[in-house]
């Protein structure tokens, strides 16, 4: 069963999400769709191996608004998942 990532709000410059299926020690990403650019803060790594968990990502100041998307990338640094689009104000 392949790894999924579900973007589930944003509120007060938080994101939550839910995963299944992630491997421990994958990394979990924010990226700016327009440029396709891996932003290089936030980064989450997953420390459980749970078959299903939640993340709260806390945006730093940094982060501008646009669409962006969560990227899971497995303990090698291949693609895994990928959330939906959703916009940050």
């Not at 491997?23 to 459980?48: C, F, H, N, Y």
């Not at 299903?52 to 608004?65: C, D, F, M, S």
Request: hydrophobic fraction near 45%; charge should be positive.
């Amino acid at each position: 069963m392949k790894p999924v990532i579900s973007f589930v709000e944003i509120e007060n410059r938080v994101i939550s999400a839910t995963y299944r299926r992630m491997m421990q020690k994958a990394k979990v990403v924010l990226v700016e769709r327009a440029s396709g650019r891996q932003l290089a803060d936030p980064v989450t790594t997953i420390a459980s191996p749970v078959p299903v968990g939640a993340l709260r990502i806390k945006l730093p100041e940094t982060v501008g608004p646009g669409t962006y998307f969560l990227k899971a990338l497995n303990g090698h640094g291949e693609d895994a998942a990928q959330s939906a689009d959703f916009e940050i104000a």
